[in-house]
């Protein structure tokens, strides 16, 4: 276990996380620096700047220095905001998340709207959070139907965007702007003439569309780059925030048109047609009627808003993962606190690794999985297997953590293939244990031709890299909760437990080391 007091003077004498230079005018996340007036280290936050460390982030980042991906239940910086005093009053939230290429948006609020999408597409290239954004390409757009009105009622529009052309750029709208029936409402663009950003509402539906109000942001917006927007209105004063900054507002309690327009994302509607179309990314969008979040400066957010579905990697390497059925993952926050499995069939289950791969180690390599897992005893009567974690790239490339099939036993094993799935090697697989509604912490390390399986610290069983050659040097990912459905084992479960925390190390960990972090860790699950 780590000597915190050891590791202060340390890190008061200069001695430097691996994660990130603490002296850096930008530091990295995960970086540490000594703070000479409280006498206390900190550790540098994602967008949230300094702040204190706790002994968990500390050793995770100097225990080992091949620490390469890092995800913590009971981190707020993997899981996101865990609660919001004003979430029964949000319509609509919308973290992007989701697989490269995905067309599915689903809605975080409590309300879990549908999307109508005309081309849209969850991309990874560009994001603020959790490993996507939704990308529009100057023709693609999102609607809702029968999207409520703010009346006179408070509100809070707010997202983040990221253009990539130019010209007048419709973000979030519900008008139509010149409907015969008179069906003006309010609308968040950039404009054509200088770029800044625009807030307007028609008070009576009809021209001009800013009777109710106009507001214009100081800030110039430039391609390539993220912009935090937010509109406030607490029935006396209407308010624009660009990156937390107040930058226009207007005294007035004039309420905004109850118009019969759809919300629409990425375009505005111009008698019956699009007007306009958004070309770049935008990401976590929340829509909150009933109060006025922002009547100053504030900072904007610096993870996902409550609840996420983004899962975040702690280290510098921003491993970020999504969660390919969010219906199926919830997070739970009772101690320990999990990410907890409905088990499912098929593919497209669990959380897997959506960005920043290429930083995991290759299959070639030397590497460490571990995890601390769950395993409900409803498998202890089902004649399935069950995947719990998966590393590599597919059946035929992979390591992967199982509860063996209860016809021959309710064991956990581990099994590598390599080239195949004729290729392969099983560690632990005769078992008489039944590792079913237990927390275990499962570890699976290989040096050189070496593999070895662990179980709460204890080597349970070792063996030899399978087939030929060093394996695939192919990008890899982590699946979390699920893994590579091979036909030849049958009807495959995904988790049905937990999964609190999980670590990719690019080295193989001594016993000891494993062992330590066994000992920092089992009094949390009950052992």
């Known amino acids: ?66 620490l390469v991906a890092f995800y913590d239940a009971s981190n707020a910086d993997t899981t996101g905001d865990t609660s919001d005093q004003y979430y029964s009053d949000v319509e609509l939230l919308l973290h992007m998340n989701g697989t490269d290429g995905s067309t599915t948006f689903t809605d975080s609020s409590s309300s879990n709207r549908s999307a109508s999408n005309s081309g849209a597409s969850i991309e990874t290239e560009q994001f603020k959070f959790g490993g996507s954004s939704a990308y529009f390409d100057g023709n693609d757009y999102l609607s809702y139907s029968s999207f409520p009105n703010f009346g006179s009622t408070d509100f809070t529009i707010e997202t983040w965007f990221y253009r990539t052309g130019g010209g007048y750029l419709p973000v979030i709208t519900k008008t139509d702007e010149n409907s015969p029936n008179g069906n003006l409402g309010w609308r968040i663009s950039v404009r054509s003439d200088n770029a800044k950003i625009d807030f307007r509402g028609s008070s009576n539906g009809g021209s001009p569309s800013d009777s109710a109000v106009l507001l214009q942001s100081s800030t110039i917006t430039t391609t390539n780059t993220w912009y935090h927007v937010a509109v406030t209105w607490d029935g006396s004063t209407y308010r624009l925030f660009v990156d937390g900054t107040l930058e226009a507002s207007d005294a007035s309690s004039t309420a905004i048109y109850n118009t019969a327009e759809k919300l629409r994302i990425g375009t505005s509607w111009n008698n019956g047609s699009t007007w306009g179309a ?117 059946q035929n490339d992979m390591v992967t953590f199982n509860k063996i099939r209860s016809g021959i036993g309710n064991n956990v094993f581990a099994q590598v293939s390599n080239g195949g799935i004729s290729n392969y090697v099983d560690l632990n697989l005769i078992n008489s244990s039944n590792d079913t509604n237990q927390w275990l912490q499962l570890v699976f390390t290989r040096s050189g031709n070496d593999v070895k399986f662990y179980i709460n610290a204890s080597l349970i069983d070792s063996g030899s890299f399978p087939g030929s050659g060093s394996g695939s040097t192919s990008q890899t990912e982590l699946i979390l909760g699920s893994g590579y459905d091979a036909p030849i084992y049958g009807n495959i479960y995904s988790l049905g437990g937990k999964i609190s925390l999980a670590k990719v190390y690019d080295s193989a960990l001594s016993q000891a080391d494993i062992t330590s972090e066994f000992n920092y860790h089992k009094s949390t699950f009950g052992l």
Do not use: C
């Open 278 to 394: 958004f070309e770049g990314y935008i990401d976590e969008s929340r829509i909150t009627i009933g109060t006025a979040r922002y009547t100053a400066d504030f900072t904007p957010q610096t993870r996902e808003f409550y609840p996420g579905t983004g899962i975040t990697d702690i280290t510098s390497n921003s491993i970020d993962m999504v969660s390919r059925n969010p219906s199926n993952i919830s997070l739970n926050l009772t101690e320990p606190k999990s990410y907890d499995f409905v088990k499912g069939t098929g593919g497209s289950q669990g959380i897997i690794s959506s960005v920043n791969n290429s930083s995991l180690p290759l299959l070639s390599s030397d590497y460490t999985i571990s995890a601390w897992v769950f395993i409900n005893s409803e498998f202890t009567s089902l004649n399935n297997r069950v995947n719990i974690l998966s590393f590599g790239l597919s």
């Open 1 to 66: 276990m780590i000597n915190l007091n050891s590791l202060t003077k340390n890190i008061k004498d200069g001695f430097k996380a691996p994660t990130g230079d603490s002296n850096r005018e930008t530091p990295t996340k995960g970086a540490l620096r000594f703070n000479t007036e409280t006498g206390k280290p900190e550790i540098y936050a994602k967008g949230r700047g300094w702040r204190r460390a706790s002994v968990s982030e500390i050793s995770a980042i100097y225990t080992h220095d091949n």
